[in-house]
């Protein structure tokens, strides 16, 4: 008789994964466990996956000192189909978890990204520099932009399409390109904010 896996519950509650996780984690244990619990709940995808794999793929967040909470959009635990159509777990941090990560290093005075609309900007392709024209909040949204600017003085910016983010997306999201699902589905700008910023903080 084919034996069932352990879900991820009571992979947690196994003696060897707890006495690890007490080590790793000390008081924060119990919140780790039960964020995975409540991200698997919720996410049959994931409780396809190995519990081994699934934790290790979560302490990442927890390493991070990032929520887990989907809802909070600071990163997330994403399963994805392999060409053998197994779930693999993959840790992802949101933009939020970005914007948070580049706070916590100190050395920028502001950061910030936008949609850009028709008839906002004007772009200098000598130069490169971006000026800025006027708001049009009834336009339709042409593009991303990121800003950066550190405490040294050092400014940067990064502009990106509407259609060039679409590209990235459908390259590198196997969700969004093959079933039109996933973070580029249920939370578009904020994944195309988090793309302008990662290019450019990078």
Known sequence: METKPATISQFLSNATTNNFLE??????????VSNVIALTDVDKSLQLCEPG???KCALNA????????????YAYVIAYKNKEGKHLPQ???GYKGFLQLAIRSGQY??????????GEIRRNKFTGAIDFIAEYPENKVIGYLAYIEMLNG???SLYMRVDDIQTKAIKYSQSYAKWNSGLW????????????LKLLLS
């Open 62 to 73: 927890t390493a991070l000192n990032l929520p887990l909470n989907k809802n909070l959009g």
């Open 53 to 55: 794999d699934l934790m």
């Open 91 to 93: 840790f992802q941090i």
């Open 154 to 156: 050092f400014q940067q």
């Open 185 to 196: 589905k249920d939370e578009c700008e904020l994944m195309a904010k988090k793309t302008v």
């Open 109 to 118: 005075k502001t950061i910030n990204t936008c949609e850009v609309r028709e």
């Open 23 to 32: 080590q790793q984690l000390g008081k924060k244990k119990g919140e780790f």
